[in-house]
Structures are given as structure tokens and as C-alpha cells.
């Protein structure tokens, strides 16, 4: 079995004082540890405040007809469908709240990296590429690093305190620094429930960049063959959260062919 790297890494609480620690493979918790000290109650820069107005103004964008570097590792059959433009479910109230947490913690890190100076852009495109892939990065770093920000729950959390960064997650980073020939990618997870937070940082060597480029390709032959990936095994027994949580729930289990899809999204 491959033993999965981890990268350089550093836990403390959002906010707290007395904790701080040079790690010279650390991108952001230093300086953003030292900005805390001396910023509980922070006044930030015009560059941020314009940047949150913006934010809080933004629609989503259009995903029908584009391959987001964002769910590559996620369900191909998820990805089809978003392709086709299938109509999604919306969430139930407390997804939306979960939605609208996350959204926040996002605003709050890339205003604080924006007034601090570690990060130099906040909700950056992707541009073009060979792979054919669009999304939005949550940052780049004062040294080019992808920067992508994760609110998660404390048993979550915990889970990646002791194992490392969720594999979905590897992919996504690792996604945008394929595309963007970024020599380093941050992964920063803070626990909602008690705003402590880890850094990870993946140099390129730490990330399956093969591995992504190789289901990139996959993706798209299946796009041009018209062909949809099987159902996965918890969504045909109607179990597990990436059922529960999927926009499109209500079609998947019905739809057995591409022409299917296209039909209930053309309606």
C-alpha cells in the first residue's frame, strides 16, 4: 500500500496568544498567528472590504457545459450530470446553513490573508489549460501557493488531525496546482465548533498529479462517448451523505443512459 504524505503541518486555536511557532514549511499560520495577536477586534485593508463586497454579491457560476477542477475526485456520474446541465435539488434548510457557514469562513480567512499580505488574491479563476478544467481557487499565497480554505465539524476535524487531509481534498488542491503549474499547494481546515485550525502544505511531489491527469482525460472520453458512469454503491441502496447531500438525488437512480439526462435537462 502507498503511503499517503501528509505534508508540513501546524494546529492552534483561531484567535488564541502564546502559541506561536516558526515553521519554515508552513505558509500561512505564522503569519496569520502573529496578525491575531495584535488584530482580535481587526480593521481591514480597502482591498479586503472591496473584495468581501464583491464576494457577497457574486451568483454562482454556470457549470453546464464545463468539467470543474473542484469535483474531479468527487462522483464522475455528479460530474456528467452538472455537465448536462441537470436540474438540481436544493438543499434542505440546515444544508444551506451549512453552506452559508462555510461561506463566512472562507470570507473571514481571505479578508484577514488580504489585509495581512499572505495572501495576494482571493477567489482566483483558473485559466486556461490543457486539461480543459474550470474552477475557482480560494487564494493564492504571498509565495504562489493555492490556497483552498475548509470549514469542517470537530469529527472531521479530529479525523484529520489523525490521518492527514481527506483524499478529496488532496485531489482538489493537487487539481488546481496541475493546472496552474503552482509549485505548492495549502490546505487550511478550522473546526467550526472551536475555530482551532490545521495548515497543510503539499510541495508537487506530495500530490498525485499523474493520478489527476489521468482522470481528467478519463472524464472527458466518457463526456464525448455519452457515456454515464455506473451509480455508485451507498446511492442505489439510498444511503451515506454523498447521496443524501446530492443536488441530483431526486433523477440519478432513474436515468440508465446520457440521452435520458439530456431529455430531463432540456425540459
Known amino acids: 500500500m ?19 511557532k516558526t515553521d519554515t514549511g508552513l505558509v500561512i499560520s505564522p503569519r496569520m498567528e502573529k496578525w491575531l495577536e495584535t488584530n482580535s477586534n481587526p480593521v481591514y485593508s ?23 477542477a473542484s469535483s474531479l475526485g468527487s462522483c464522475r456520474r455528479k460530474q456528467q450530470f452538472t455537465f448536462i446541465g ?15 457557514t462555510g461561506t463566512f469562513m472562507h470570507i473571514r480567512w481571505q479578508m484577514a490573508g488580504l489585509t495581512e499580505g499572505w495572501m495576494k488574491e482571493a477567489e482566483v479563476p483558473v485559466g486556461s489549460n ?28 479530529n479525523k484529520v488531525m489523525t490521518f492527514g487531509a481527506q483524499p478529496g481534498h488532496v ?58 458512469v455506473d451509480i455508485l454503491p451507498d446511492c442505489e441502496i439510498q444511503q451515506g451523505y454523498k447521496y443524501t447531500n446530492c443536488p441530483f438525488r431526486k433523477d440519478c437512480l432513474k436515468i440508465k443512459a446520457w440521452e435520458e439526462a439530456e431529455e430531463i435537462a432540456s425540459a
Do not use: C
Not at 88 to 100: C, T
Not at 171 to 180: A, E, N
Open 2 to 20: 502507498r503511503k499517503r504524505r501528509v505534508g508540513s503541518h501546524h494546529t492552534m486555536k483561531f484567535g488564541s496568544l502564546g502559541h506561536y
Open 46 to 68: 480597502a482591498k479586503a472590504l472591496k473584495f468581501a463586497s464583491k464576494a457577497l454579491r457574486s451568483v454562482d457560476r454556470v457549470r453546464k457545459g464545463t468539467l470543474s
Open 86 to 100: 441537470l436540474p438540481e435539488m436544493p438543499p434542505s434548510a440546515k444544508l444551506a446553513n451549512v453552506f452559508a
Open 130 to 157: 490543457k486539461y480543459h478544467l474550470s474552477g475557482t481557487q480560494d487564494g493564492i499565497a504571498y509565495d504562489d501557493s493555492v490556497v483552498e480554505l475548509k470549514s469542517t465539524n470537530s469529527f472531521s476535524f
Open 171 to 228: 485531489y482538489q488542491v493537487g487539481t488546481y496546482v496541475l493546472t496552474t503549474d503552482a509549485e505548492k499547494g495549502v490546505l487550511l481546515y478550522e473546526n467550526k465548533d472551536t475555530q482551532d485550525y490545521r495548515e497543510l502544505v503539499f510541495d508537487r511531489s506530495d500530490l498525485p498529479l499523474a493520478e489527476i491527469e489521468e482522470g481528467a482525460s478519463k472524464a472527458w472520453e466518457l463526456i464525448g462517448e455519452r457515456s454515464l
